[in-house]
């Protein structure tokens, strides 16, 4: 009875103190960076010390799923809905094209708004829709923003020029009380030091008694891989010419997470921090990223496409490994929950917060890794039928439990960019790719290991818990389990909305606007291009 009581008295102590205590909740969101590219996964030759300390004192989200590309997983993140969902789940947003989050969907910024949470800012890359005005990140919850609207533009000039068309331009903005817009005043500096000195000026503002919100998603170390060179000798050892430079360029990462993590601590915010690390998709190993020992890259529906770096840190966050599913739509419900703010949409995300600090079961068992119904494999020759009418040509991919199954074609691999599992080009400086042998040291099984030719295959099956690489296809001896999938494919179907993909539009010409790519859909377009 009495210790019933005293524990009673502690949990109502720790109530109150959590309850009343600011937070402040920090999202970095990397971009295109592969699981082999970050030392504590051990498993390629590039150093980050600063996110290893962090990860060694957070908590490793050790099943930390995402999109396989930028915009779709941008869009979870701040939706908490797949993309599916949003019409953001074919490609990523062309610099001209309209489409976006729509006005109907609410961000995580936005709902943070309406429980009275101030200081919410974002610094950084946007890449959830921009043709409209009402779409830019200011109108969507943030107070402030310092960033760019599309992607993967020049890290000095942040110029971007659209191969199709000679459209060529700067995106970068800027929005606080004093003034807001596109602006060149950052024109040749790196965007490594740019997007930190804007971090620092943000974080030296927030009051440490309030809560906060920062949304930091910087440029590195998305191509073009254009690095420092107090960083490149430190990596000239590396022959492969991308991945020495991207190799720098991850040397960039980790010194601004480091550096950023000491501005939480001098604010005196850190031990009120929740914060995220998280990769948006695979490494892309064209440009230097490696996802080592993972199948596929960024792009597929592969491991190596969606499985990726993730963790807490923070003063509020517990230590140790989480090994439930989390899905990057998952931290909007996760932050909500640690705010106590309730979610008023119907959303996809779990909320995991509870579970993470109380050890609860893990709330989630299953992840739509996508359905994109414009990628059919009419090429596959694969005879075998089954019971159900999902349309095994249409990419899609599910994970349930264990178990994963994709249709049609995982995406985006030739004998290029193959889908086995490529190791880091440092280990074997001879030659580009040398997988063999070296999949057993981490699999256990023999050198003569092999993966399975799966091109020809519409319909594929993984056990991910014993076969983690995808080398295995487990179909025919698991039909059933491949049935009751290709069902739950089509009950999401069901709930899909089109994807959004307007054709590239002439008016997004920078030259019609000072130079800039900036929104350029307003009334006065409209009665404009009525007037044509
Ligand atoms: C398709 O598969 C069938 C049966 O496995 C085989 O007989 C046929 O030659 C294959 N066709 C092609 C174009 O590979
Ligand atoms: C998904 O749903 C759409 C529209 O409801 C339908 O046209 C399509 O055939 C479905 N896709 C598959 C793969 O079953
Ligand atoms: C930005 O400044 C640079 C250097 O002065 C100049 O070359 C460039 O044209 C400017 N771009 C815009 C959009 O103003």
């Given amino acids: 009875m009495k210790g019933i009581s005293i524990l009673y008295l502690f949990w109502y102590l720790f109530s109150f103190v959590y309850a009343t205590q600011a937070k402040h909740v920090l999202v970095i969101i990397a971009d295109d960076f592969g699981w082999a590219d970050v030392s504590f996964h051990n498993t390629g030759g590039i150093q980050t010390p600063n996110i290893d300390r962090l990860v060694g004192g957070g908590l490793e989200l050790t099943n930390y799923y995402t999109q396989h590309i930028c915009t779709p997983t941008r869009s979870a993140l701040l939706t908490g809905r797949y993309p599916i969902h949003t019409g953001l789940q074919t490609n990523v947003i062309a610099i001209s094209q309209s489409s976006g989050l729509q006005r109907d969907e609410m961000l995580l910024p936005e709902y943070l708004e309406s429980c009275d949470i101030k200081q919410r800012h974002m610094v950084g890359k946007w890449h959830v829709g921009h043709g409209h005005s009402w779409m830019t990140p200011w109108k969507r919850g943030f107070e402030t923003f310092s960033g760019y609207l599309a992607g993967a533009e020049d890290h000095y000039t942040r110029e971007w020029c659209m191969e199709q068309t000679d459209w060529c331009g700067v995106d970068y903005s800027e929005h606080s009380a004093s003034l807001s817009g596109p ?26 008694t309030k809560d906060s919100f920062i949304y930091f998603a910087p440029q590195h170390v998305h191509y073009p891989l254009q690095a420092l060179e107090r960083h490149l000798v430190k990596y000239s050892w590396i022959k492969d010419t991308n991945r020495r430079n991207y190799a720098a360029m991850v040397a ?49 529906l592969l491991e190596g496409g969606v499985k990726a770096t993730g963790f807490m840190f923070g003063g509020l966050v517990p230590l140790g490994k989480y090994n439930g599913l989390f899905h990057v739509s998952d931290i909007l419900p996760t932050v909500m929950e640690a705010f106590n703010c309730p979610i008023k949409k119907k959303i996809d995300g779990y909320a995991q917060w509870e579970a993470i600090i109380y050890s609860n079961d893990f709330p989630r068992s299953q992840i739509l890794h996508n359905i994109d119904p414009t990628k059919i494999n009419k090429v596959a020759n694969d005879s075998r039928t089954w019971n159900s009418d999902w349309d095994v040509r249409v990419q899609a991919a599910l994970r349930k439990g264990p178990w994963k199954l994709i249709t049609g074609d995982p995406g985006f ?23 063999r042998g070296l999949i057993s040291q981490i699999t256990g099984k ?27 296809d487990i179909s025919d001896q698991n039909p059933s389990i491949v049935e009751e999938m290709l069902n739950i494919l089509i009950k999401y179907n069901s709930t899909m909305v089109p994807p959004q993909l307007p054709d590239l539009d002439p008016f997004s010409n920078p030259k019609l606007h000072e130079g800039f790519w900036f929104p350029w859909i307003s009334d006065e377009y409209n009665s404009k291009k009525q007037m044509l």
């Fill in 252 to 300: 960039s990462l980790d010194e601004i997470v480091g550096d950023v993590i000491d501005l939480y601590h001098k604010n005196r915010l850190l031990k009120n921090t929740i914060g995220f690390f998280v990769a948006d998709n695979g490494g892309e190993t064209r440009d230097g990223g490696n996802n080592w020992p993972l199948s596929g890259q960024k792009w597929t």
């Fill in 446 to 472: 023999s050198s003569d290991y092999y993966f399975d030719n799966h091109r020809n295959k519409l319909v594929r099956l993984y056990k991910i818990d014993e076969d983690p690489t995808e080398s295995r």
């Fill in 413 to 435: 691999t030739s004998d290029e960019v193959p889908e086995f599992p490529v190791s880091p080009p440092e280990w074997h400086q001879q030659g580009p790719y040398k997988t």
């Fill in 183 to 208: 602006t060149n005043s950052s024109w040749g500096k790196y965007s490594g030091d740019l997007y930190l000195q804007k971090m620092s000026e943000i974080v030296k503002s927030i009051d440490p």
